[in-house]
């Protein structure tokens, strides 16, 4: 049945005149929380000048119901299978609604500290964002994928109440395989074209892509701007834009050309989750599950409870969690900024991961997805070194499996990839591979490279092809 659908947004709630034309909420399974309209009822719905208004300024997407794929953007009247609207929109100009407050979450760096806001509808907040702003002219970084969904809000936030801002931006390609100096450039070319200075301000506005290399940008461009992440992603929202790492790939491996450098803030809006594939909403928790595993046992004990409200995009569950993984990040960055020991390791799983990465390819695997099945491979190394027990191992595999997350590389990777591969790693010193790795009960773990390389093998050798 062809539908008007609009997800629940900030507010929470449809004004009464949209309550009495709507059916019972339903479930599906790439959409939580929808309302649905039935196609016959279009009319009876646009019959307020209120939603014409709407439905002639905002680009709407046919859905095929059956598949939930969504085609190209058309315009409101193009029915096909249904239609779906930017709640966020349709919501906004509904009926007014109180600002949400936000969580806040500070990195302590003497005067170079930030905080991190965290909450619904922070998009709907100009002063948040406006008050991190430095100097008069705005570069706002995103994507092919974002910038049709949140560029034109984030501009007018940027702008609103203040005309001699002067904002650009420049679009992106989408996926970790553009994450390379080529497309760097082009944040530089729309820099320099359009005459930024030293005052300009760089607004990361995308997933961690986005703000890896829009920081890189930053920390580069006239030898140092400000910047602003607005991460879209969860895996973005809970770890790559706190902290300050920027970089760029390489052929030959990940993130080996950057710098750290240290945002004005990091705006968090949970309400971009809602339109966020369900496969980058797994990606994302496996880096919320690495925080449990590695320093925090009563977290992950909390992910096991409750890791379907999580994939169900419950949003006091995903407000909790992106808070208590940016609490951790925030502790570990404030005390090691420079990754001297205690911050390299929230690398766990990474070394393994970043392996897959480049070893099929960048963009074949999600990030999280690299790192779930390489949390598993040291977890098994752990265990092999007779640092953890099968217990843990266990519930770290099964933890992983229901969040629909890889527990084993891709058959492509040999050992002989994995060896070359992990060789040049960052963590490499003095020609030894160092490795993040459990050790001891649930929340603990060891940066090192006092182990017995025998165990490395044997777990090579577990999971992959010889």
Known sequence: MAAVRALAGPCGRLNQSWHSALLPVQSLSNEPSVSSVPAQRYNKLMSSRLLQSVFARNKVVVMDRKNGKRSSSVNSKAWGTGIVMNASQVLEEA?????QEATTVDVQLGDRSYPIYIGSGLLNNPDLLQKHVKGKQVLVVTNTTIAPLLLEKVVAMLKHGDNNIHVESVILPDGEEYKNMETLMKVFDKA???????????????????????????????????????????MAQVDSSVGGKTAVNHRLGKNLIGAFYQP????????????????EL???IAEVIKYGLIRDAAFFQWLESHIES??????????????????????????????????????FGHTFGHAIEAGIGYGGWLH???????????ADMSYRLGWIDDALKYRAVKLLERSNLPTAPPETMDIDKFKTL?????????????????????????????????????TLNAFCQS
């Open 95 to 99: 009926l007014p609604c109180s600002l």
């Open 422 to 458: 992990m060789a040049v790693d960052k963590k490499v010193a003095d020609g030894h591979l160092r490795m993040i790795l459990l050790k001891g009960p649930l929340g603990n773990c060891i940066f090192t490279g006092d182990y017995d390389s025998s165990a490395l093998d044997q």
């Open 310 to 347: 999580l994939l169900a995009r419950d949003p006091n569950a995903l407000a909790y969690a992106i808070k208590r993984s940016c609490e951790n990040k925030a502790e570990v960055v404030s005390l090691d900024e420079k990754e001297g020991g205690l911050r390299a390791t929230l690398n």
């Open 282 to 284: 797994a990606s994302g």
């Open 264 to 279: 004005q803030c990091v705006l968090i809006d949970t309400d971009t989750l809602l339109s966020l594939p369900n496969r």
């Open 192 to 234: 320099i074209e359009t005459r930024m200075d030293r005052k300009c301000t760089f607004v990361a506005l995308g997933g961690g892509v986005i703000g890896d290399m829009c920081g890189f940008a930053a920390a580069s461009f006239l030898r140092g701007v400000n910047f602003i992440q607005i991460p879209t992603t969860l």
């Open 368 to 378: 999280g997805e690299a790192v779930a099945a390489g949390m598993v491979m040291a």
